[in-house]
């Protein structure tokens, strides 16, 4: 194989990888409704109740880098709006917990509703503007009930 060639299937192993990266980032922090909608019992999760209308379920573990970030900014949401409560649950010693949601990585944010019935579902990192999205899906639909 001469250099042309070497350096052209390079450059197309480079593009394909920076493609299949851009999806899977994508695809990762976009908000999915097409869940089990379990109800969700707080005291499983070591927490003493959910949120009046709302709560953002974090699980996290001890060696996520991300983790931190994400607690922020929906701690951040859960203190800027009335009723909503931010609840993270560290997977690193209840494997149970991870394997009974199906958690494959980690930040996994669950949004539930004010029954603790998951609407959605966001692996990776959400971003802010689509958690206040869905909250207000939720708000918009507790009104019409």
């Known amino acids: 194989m001469n250099l042309l060639g070497a350096l052209i299937t390079l450059a197309a192993l480079l593009a394909a990888t920076v493609a299949l990266g851009v999806f899977l980032n994508w695809r990762q ?3 999915r409704r097409d869940v089990a909608h379990e109800v969700i019992e707080p005291h499983r999760l ?3 109740g959910l949120g009046e ?3 953002l379920l974090q699980f996290s573990t001890e060696l996520c880098a991300r983790c931190p970030g994400v607690h922020r900014t ?3 949401i859960a203190d800027d709006r009335e009723g909503v409560r931010h609840l993270d649950v560290d997977l690193t010693h209840r494997p149970d917990i991870a394997r009974h949601f199906h ?3 980690t930040p996994t944010t669950l949004v539930l509703d004010r ?3 998951v609407q959605t579902r966001f692996g990776g990192i959400p971003g802010r503007e689509v958690l206040e999205l869905e909250l207000n899906r939720l708000t918009a639909e507790d009104a019409h009930v």
């Open 46 to 48: 070591g927490a003493d």
């Open 74 to 76: 929906l701690a951040g």
């Open 103 to 105: 958690v494959l990585q």
């Open 115 to 117: 029954h603790g019935v």
């Open 29 to 31: 922090s976009r908000a």
């Open 53 to 55: 209308v709302a709560t």
